[in-house]
């Protein structure tokens, strides 16, 4: 029986990559989204071009009840979910001062409540079925202080701290989580960060969605708690260890662009 793939953010950049990773492996998916029409195309796509079935539901995760209406959704049909790839994620762009509310509410819904709540509802079921798979989507960012991006930077730092945990408390029950940390990725998300004044995606290298899911794939599958891609990502991952956290701070705010003098 061919195993089912729930993933998050599923209608574009990472999320879709994943998806398209996950079909040619053989895997049945469940993609979410916001967008109806975008994973509808991805269905008929993904099925014309691999022997599997894809469900899709549309909705929003930033709203408190979506994660538990997936997974009655989901249970309602029957379906056991082996792989849960929590993707979907948003930033914003500038001093946290002048920031939008309602906008770093809904990145905290998102990227932490969402994610753990998607990762509660699915994981019992893969501790009884003693086997499954969960890969929360971090970031270099998770590594050090964001000047400019402070509460996305403090999200990916939640991520990656809970599945590290987690990873420890699942030892032996055939369950693992890792924690997935890119860097500066070709995907929509410089455009839905207001991030079109910063000078991250034009000083790092950025790679392409591709590269990140596979390798993405091939760590979680290993079962591996914590993977950072790209050389240049490990290496500034293991420069942050060694530095002056002020160094760091200072080094942030520079290569995103120093709007912010104090």
Same mark, same amino acid.
């Given at each position: 029986?061919?195993?089912?793939?729930?993933?998050?953010?599923?209608?574009?950049?990472?999320?879709?990559?994943?998806?398209?990773?996950?079909?040619?492996?053989?895997?049945?998916?469940?993609?979410?989204?916001?967008?109806?029409?975008?994973?509808?195309?991805?269905?008929?796509?993904?099925?014309?071009?691999?022997?599997?079935?894809?469900?899709?539901?549309?909705?929003?995760?930033?709203?408190?009840?979506?994660?538990?209406?997936?997974?009655?959704?989901?249970?309602?049909?029957?379906?056991?979910?082996?792989?849960?790839?929590?993707?979907?994620?948003?930033?914003?762009?500038?001093?946290?001062?002048?920031?939008?509310?309602?906008?770093?509410?809904?990145?905290?819904?998102?990227?932490?409540?969402?994610?753990?709540?998607?990762?509660?509802?699915?994981?019992?079921?893969?501790?009884?079925?003693?086997?499954?798979?969960?890969?929360?989507?971090?970031?270099?960012?998770?590594?050090?202080?964001?000047?400019?991006?402070?509460?996305?930077?403090?999200?990916?730092?939640?991520?990656?701290?809970?599945?590290?945990? %987690? #990873? =420890?408390? *699942? !030892?032996?029950?055939? $369950?693992?989580?890792? @924690?997935?940390?890119?860097?500066?990725?070709?995907?929509?998300?410089?455009?839905?960060?207001?991030?079109?004044?910063?000078? %991250? #995606? =034009?000083? *790092? !290298?950025?790679?392409? $969605?591709?590269?990140? @899911?596979?390798?993405?794939?091939?760590?979680?599958?290993?079962?591996?708690?914590?993977?950072?891609?790209?050389?240049?990502?490990?290496?500034?991952?293991?420069?942050?260890?060694?530095?002056p956290r002020f160094m760091v701070?200072?080094?942030?705010?520079?290569?995103?662009?120093?709007?912010?003098?104090?």
């Amino acid at each position: 029986m061919k195993k089912t793939v729930l993933i998050t953010g599923a209608s574009g950049g990472i999320g879709l990559a994943f998806a398209e990773v996950f079909a040619r492996e053989g895997y049945n998916l469940v993609l979410i989204a916001r967008s109806e029409d975008k994973l509808v195309a991805a269905k008929n796509k993904l099925e014309a071009q691999h022997p599997i079935v894809v469900d899709v539901i549309a909705t929003d995760l930033t709203q408190p009840s979506a994660p538990l209406e997936i997974f009655n959704t989901i249970s309602a049909k029957n379906k056991h979910i082996d792989i849960l790839v929590n993707n979907a994620g948003v930033g914003d762009f500038g001093n946290f001062s002048d920031a939008d509310w309602d906008k770093q509410h809904r990145m905290v819904q998102l990227n932490i409540l969402a994610m753990m709540q998607m990762t509660k509802l699915f994981m019992k079921p893969m501790q009884e079925a003693g086997y499954g798979k969960i890969l929360n989507l971090a970031s270099v960012a998770a590594f050090q202080p964001g000047p400019l991006m402070s509460v996305y930077y403090a999200t990916k730092a939640f991520t990656l701290s809970f599945s590290e945990a %987690l #990873f =420890r408390e *699942l !030892k032996g029950s055939g $369950v693992t989580v890792t @924690a997935l940390c890119p860097g500066p990725t070709e995907t929509g998300f410089v455009d839905a960060a207001s991030m079109a004044n910063s000078k %991250l #995606f =034009r000083s *790092l !290298k950025v790679a392409k $969605v591709e590269d990140v @899911a596979a390798y993405g794939y091939r760590a979680l599958m290993k079962g591996w708690a914590v993977v950072v891609h790209g050389f240049l990502n490990n290496l500034l991952v293991f420069s942050v260890r060694l530095m002056p956290r002020f160094m760091v701070r200072e080094i942030v705010v520079g290569v995103q662009g120093n709007i912010n003098k104090n």
